[in-house]
């Protein structure tokens, strides 16, 4: 199978897992990049049967409104049945690095408020150890080089991500060369740099649940953790 392919199969069986959690009332949130659009795509032709989405990017609330679902601003809401998004890379803890397409801070938050996170990945996203996927890190634009030099302090090599704003108006980091045995450690350590609003590291609050496309077929990966 190709990755695209797998793509698509870890979505419908997303579509499997999350619609009998739908209802008249039920909002899902929704992550952003390749994956997830599979994911909306499929979502879309059930658009009726719940009351809407909330969307970690504008490039995915202009996905979903373009097949008909209604998005929502998160701070009218009180609860969220599931959020379903891809990730750049996945561990055995279900601890992710996310934000390769630069969504990172809207993704932790709705990942955050949801219920149940369940991550679609294909097979080329799993390791035993994050941090062969460079880091991304959202920065205040004037924080930059400040912010830079503390990453290398922790070990990086911070890369400016050239021309990319992200939907927040920041910049983004990408740090490479980490070696991330301490997921939950790297990542408050970086939150607390001085100008950091936001680092791809899912490890506070990783996935409940990973559905992972093989060549053998999508597996179910629940973290025991968290449940
Ligand atoms: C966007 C993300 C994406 O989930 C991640 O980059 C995976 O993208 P894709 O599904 O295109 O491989 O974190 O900020």
């Not at 350590?189 to 001085?194: A, E, G, M």
Request: glycine fraction near 10%.
């Amino acid at each position: 199978m190709t990755q695209d392919q797998l793509k698509r199969a870890v979505a419908q069986a997303a579509l499997n897992y999350v619609l009998p959690k739908l209802h008249s009332s039920a909002i899902i949130g929704i992550g952003t990049g390749s994956t997830a659009n599979c994911f909306i795509d499929l979502l879309g032709e059930h658009s009726g049967s719940f009351r809407g989405a909330v969307a970690s990017s504008d490039a995915s609330a202009a996905r979903l409104e373009a097949l008909g679902v209604p998005v929502f601003d998160l701070n009218s809401l009180d609860q969220m049945v599931a959020y379903v998004d891809g990730a750049d890379e996945c561990n055995p803890a279900l601890e992710l690095i996310k934000g390769g397409g630069a969504a990172l801070t809207r993704e932790k938050i709705v990942a955050a408020a949801a219920d149940e996170f369940i991550c679609i990945a294909d097979g080329s996203k799993w390791v035993e150890t994050l941090g062969r996927f460079p880091l991304p890190v959202e920065v205040i634009p004037m924080a930059r080089a400040y912010v830079a030099r503390q990453l290398v302090k922790l070990g990086g090599r911070p890369v400016y991500r050239e021309g990319i704003i992200t939907d927040n108006g920041n910049v983004i980091l990408d740090v490479h060369d980490l070696q991330i045995s301490q997921p939950k450690m790297l990542e408050q350590q970086i939150n607390q740099i001085t100008g950091v609003v936001c680092n791809g590291l899912f490890a506070l609050r990783p996935a409940d649940v990973v559905l992972l496309g093989t060549a053998d077929g999508v597996q179910l990966l629940r973290n025991r953790v968290a449940l």
